[in-house]
């Protein structure tokens, strides 16, 4: 006969065991992967002269990069490498990147290298930041730019079948992304000849329309400007003011365009809608939304 006090004890016992044995935990939700099979992640992590980090890549390579082995391709050099090909990896959801280049080598012919260069997470702002802000710190943007032409550029072309003249390298990014692809124009205008500019933080630094104002714009340069009409209340005519600035009567500015989405926010939905755009407009490739 079990009395109470034995059913005290059972209960007593099963509670150390339940402590001592704890039941497995579930295992935490984590995003399915969206990259395709042309998205690489590098294993090896390249070394950021000057700022003591280093830094993941993310390539996409074309369909056709494993079975035309003469072929060579043009590269397209991108920040925020974790929100170009892969939800899994993304702050607000990705570009569709990898999706948006297969539709371009699927339906007009046209195929080429990404290369997404991972932020630097707490370090992005500096390092995305050409010149400094009083209120945001030190910049390190010399020092990032510098890692892109002298490290990645040069590891990219060593170990892919890239095209890596000026025509055929294109930079891009976003935001922060954005302002630092401008200056990249301005400080190597040798190694990119077309770059997309979207939603550029113009505004973190009154150094970039001084700078462009003092340096000619590459010559035969390709740059594709986009701003969401719902971004701010300064975006657009931050933007408008850089082209007017370029647009003088005195440069050789070529190759220059400007679209305005004017019901966009300032996300990764609305860059992910723009850069198929931007990538017919920089290549000259027929958009994938027109007609046959």
Not at 44 to 54: H, T
Request: proline fraction near 8%; charged fraction near 20%; hydrophobic fraction near 40%.
């Amino acid at each position: 006969m079990r009395t109470p006090f034995h059913l005290l004890l059972a209960a007593l016992v099963a509670t150390l065991a339940a402590c001592t044995n704890p039941a497995p935990a579930a295992p935490a939700k984590t995003a399915r992967s969206t990259a395709g099979p042309g998205v690489h992640v590098l294993a090896q992590r390249l070394a950021m002269p000057g700022l003591g980090r280093e830094r993941t890549l993310r390539l996409y390579l074309p369909p056709s990069y494993e079975t035309s082995p003469d072929k060579r391709y043009p590269v397209i050099y991108m920040h925020d490498g974790q929100n170009l090909f892969d939800d899994a990896t993304s702050y607000a959801g990705e570009w569709g990147v990898d999706e948006t280049m297969d539709a371009f080598a699927r339906t007009r012919g046209f195929e080429a290298i990404v290369v997404g260069i991972d932020n630097g997470g707490e370090e992005r702002l500096h390092e995305l930041s050409p010149w400094t802000n009083p209120k945001y710190g030190a910049a390190q943007g010399e020092q990032y730019m510098a890692f892109v032409v002298d490290v990645v550029k040069p590891f990219v072309d060593t170990h892919y079948r890239t095209r890596p003249d000026r025509a055929d390298t294109a930079i891009a990014g976003s935001s922060m992304g954005g302002l630092i692809s401008h200056y990249a124009l301005l400080r190597y205008p040798q190694v990119f000849g077309k770059a997309a500019i979207f939603s550029p933080s113009y505004w973190y630094s009154s150094e970039v329309y001084a700078q462009t104002r003092a340096h000619a714009w590459p010559a035969g340069t390709r740059t594709y400007f986009y701003i969401g009409g719902r971004e701010g209340d300064e975006s657009v005519p931050d933007v408008q003011r850089m082209l007017s600035l370029l647009a003088t009567p005195d440069r050789a500015v070529r190759d220059l365009t400007l679209h305005i989405e004017p019901d966009a926010r300032h996300n990764e939905r609305a860059w992910r809608a723009e850069f198929p755009r931007a990538v017919a407009w920089l290549f000259d490739v027929r958009p994938l939304d027109a007609a046959p």
